[in-house]
């Protein structure tokens, strides 16, 4: 006699399900206890974790914490490389190798990697598997393979305020000024000025700030509006429900009334 498959499955179905749940909670609680803060180190012993810093878990490779200096309010994403020194044990002297400002965030998968001097800007945001090294590999002998050639360094220096898009490679001896965007994938060298946009391999300067004329070339996108002081949460949301609900070209444009400052704004909403 054919059995029923809906009927001898159920339990199993339930088992899975339960099995799921009890998986994720298990995730969701090993990510909160093995974050890293100020207040709970674990194992690491940076030579500064400011308040308000979470490392997530699971980190990445991580060594020469002594010589690592890492700001207030950073984030820090799941496995994410910060390294000071060639390896780890050495005696770096008496000054910081790796310096992150405060409000500096590296997304997932980011590499650090600070054999000399690296330093990171306040408020600098990287996205997913970004790489910033210090460090590269020479070739001067050709009879040699490239990996056992010693390697040259230079110090990089990623000034406040930057953007660095997905796969970004920053490399030994760079200089990056203020507020410089780096676009997905490009490979930075050398110094770049303040205000600018740089794309590409090697990454060439693609669209950069005047104080006269603004951007050039300009922007292809109408800026966005500033959100008026004083805004409150429920007058956010309101106009999150009306931008998506006025149409993009009608009289409810970006410089119509349901702009931020038409109803749902503080002065006409509260």
């Keep these: 006699m054919p059995r029923n498959r809906n009927t001898f499955s159920l339990p199993g179905r339930w088992c899975r399900r339960a099995l799921t749940r009890a998986v994720h909670r ?7 206890a093995g974050s890293v803060t100020a207040e709970h180190p674990g ?9 308000g810093t979470r490392l997530a878990f699971p980190q990445g490779t991580v060594f020469g914490e002594p010589w690592i200096e ?21 005696d770096l002297g008496a000054e910081p190798i790796l310096t992150l400002g405060d409000g500096v965030v ?28 210090s460090t590269n590999h020479s070739y001067d002998d050709p009879r040699q ?3 056992k050639q010693w390697p040259r360094t230079a110090p990089v220096e990623i000034g406040p305020g930057c953007w660095l898009g997905t796969g970004a ?16 994938g490009a490979v930075v060298r050398g110094e770049v000025p303040d205000h600018c946009v740089v794309a590409g391999a090697p990454a060439r300067v693609v669209r950069s700030w005047d104080p006269v004329d603004g951007w050039r070339p300009p922007l292809r996108t109408p800026a966005p509006v500033p959100l008026p002081d004083g805004i409150t949460p429920e007058q956010l949301l309101a106009l999150a429900e009306l931008e998506k609900t006025r149409e993009p070209d009608g009289p409810d444009g970006p410089d119509g ?6 109803p749902a704004g503080p002065k006409s909403g509260g």
Excluded: K
């Design 106 to 133: 590296l997304g997932r998968g980011s590499h650090v990697i600070a054999d000399t001097r690296v330093s990171i800007g306040s408020d600098t945001y990287c996205g997913p598997y970004v790489y910033i090294t």
């Design 257 to 262: 009334p349901a702009g931020p400052a038409g």
């Design 26 to 32: 298990g995730w969701r609680w090993a990510q909160r």
């Design 70 to 90: 890492v700001g207030e309010h950073c984030i820090i994403g799941e496995r994410v490389t910060l390294t000071a020194g060639m390896m780890p044990g050495l």
């Design 43 to 51: 194992r690491l012993r940076f030579r500064r974790l400011g308040h």
């Design 169 to 184: 490679v920053v490399l030994p001896g760079a200089r990056l000024g203020r507020n410089v965007v780096v676009a997905a």
């Design 145 to 147: 393979p490239v990996g």
